[in-house]
């Protein structure tokens, strides 16, 4: 009777660990999935940027710095690999687009452009899509860094991002 009754604690106990082992494994899924949704906007606002910087570049040819390193920080933010890199291209190309826009603003006959219009347009949207993917990663990583670091999980796990 007392084997049994022990048999059953041991299932018990190996069937919890099972469990939490599956919702780290699953809560790591979905923090790669949201990072997954962060690289996807960066990749489509990448994509528009050149068209963005030809339509600008018509106007403003004397303004070739601001081009050269708007190309250089899109090609570090379609190239980076972690999350740390990303970031920080992110960061570096949001502040050179701010000053893309700069420039624009000064070419009136720029801002009444439909294609740079159109495009301006388009970036925005992205760059709301954007928000939303990176709230989705913050909350998925939330949760699992909630999770591992609640006892008994916290004997399992390690830290995500």
Partial sequence: MIGWIV??????????????YNRLVRLRALVKEGFSGITVQLRRRA???????????????????????????RAASVSAGSVEATAQADAQLTGLLGRLFAVAEAYPELKANQNFLQLQDQLAGIETELQGAR?????TVRDLNSTIQTAPKVDFARPAA
């Fill in 7 to 20: 048999l059953g604690v041991v299932v018990l106990a190996l069937l919890y660990v099972i469990g939490i």
């Fill in 47 to 73: 994509d528009l940027i050149p068209n963005l910087v030809e339509s600008v570049q018509g106007y403003a040819t004397h303004e070739r710095e601001v081009f050269e390193q708007v190309a250089k920080a």
């Fill in 135 to 139: 709230r989705y990663y913050n909350a």
